[in-house]
């Protein structure tokens, strides 16, 4: 149930930002936090991340169900069968911000991005807490894979028959 937990929070924080933006900013509107480096502001996204494939709105929620319903699948699957614990955590990551993005998506037909950094010249495509909570999960995932990984590899593996008598 924890996971299930940290999914919901990761949700309501990004649906509570975003209630926030929408409600005390106008569009295209600035907020520096640190100096041009970091600034709040208010946008649309009518895409995916980066604004890739915009106006696809169907076909994201679609993908996001299903995506829902493996992550949901899978993180039963490995918290009943594996000693795994980082991720669940990780799966509870991207399927809250999937969740929140989805939710945008789904009412709206776009979603509210706010947190912009600047790094001299380039802007990073402006993003939300629901997709810094998905490429945090990804980032987790990939730390597990590795830590599974060296956890089987042949060296740690049991050598039962091969001691000398």
Known sequence: MWYYI????????????????????????EIPVIGNFFVITSIRNKGAAFGILPNRR??????????VIAIIWYMEKVRKTSSRKLLPIALSLVMGGALGNFLDRAL?????DF??????????????IADSCICIGVALIFVDSLIDLNNTTPENESK???EIV
């Open 6 to 29: 940290l999914a919901l929070i990761a949700f309501l924080v990004d649906q509570g930002t975003k209630f926030i933006i929408t409600k005390q900013m106008e569009i295209g509107q």
């Open 108 to 112: 709206y037909g776009e979603v509210v």
């Open 160 to 162: 039962e028959g091969n």
């Open 115 to 128: 947190l912009m950094l600047n790094f001299g010249s380039y802007t990073f495509p402006i993003f939300n």
């Open 58 to 67: 169907w076909f994201f929620v679609v993908i996001t169900i299903v995506v």
